[in-house]
């Protein structure tokens, strides 16, 4: 099993920053992807950003290229996304993801979520 901890949510003005961070715990060897997912009322859940460790590279959503950044350690098995130029649709709860394979089948780990919140 794998445990996941978020935090760094809150409240925000629009053109704020945060940074959520992610750390995670317990089977976690064989990391394939770690990434940022979020959802807003009423909406199905998004990705936000995904870091794949074994090549280094990350992928983002249009919507947040060039405001959010995603890195991560894998010594301390965290990531971390930092988020800049907040604007209120980028209120929802984001969730943090690890995917891990073992024996040729991967299995997909989330957090319990951390709220941000974006004023105008």
């Known amino acids: 099993q794998v445990q996941l901890v978020e935090s760094g949510g809150g409240l925000v003005q629009a053109g704020g920053s945060l940074r959520l961070s992610c750390a995670a715990s317990?089977?976690?060897?064989?990391?394939?992807?770690m990434g940022w997912f979020r959802q807003a009322p009423g909406k199905q859940r998004e990705l936000v950003a995904v870091m794949f460790t074994s090549i280094g590279s990350t992928n983002y959503a249009d919507s947040v290229k060039g405001r959010f950044t995603i890195s991560g350690d894998n010594a301390k098995n965290t990531v971390d996304l930092q988020m800049n130029s907040l604007k209120p649709e980028d209120t929802a709860v984001y969730y943090c993801?690890?995917?891990?394979?073992?024996?040729?089948?991967?299995?997909?780990?989330w957090g319990q979520g951390t709220q941000v919140t974006v004023s105008s």
């Open positions: 993801q690890v995917v891990v394979k073992r024996s040729m089948l991967q299995y997909s780990y």
């Open positions: 317990g089977s976690i060897t064989g990391i394939v992807t």
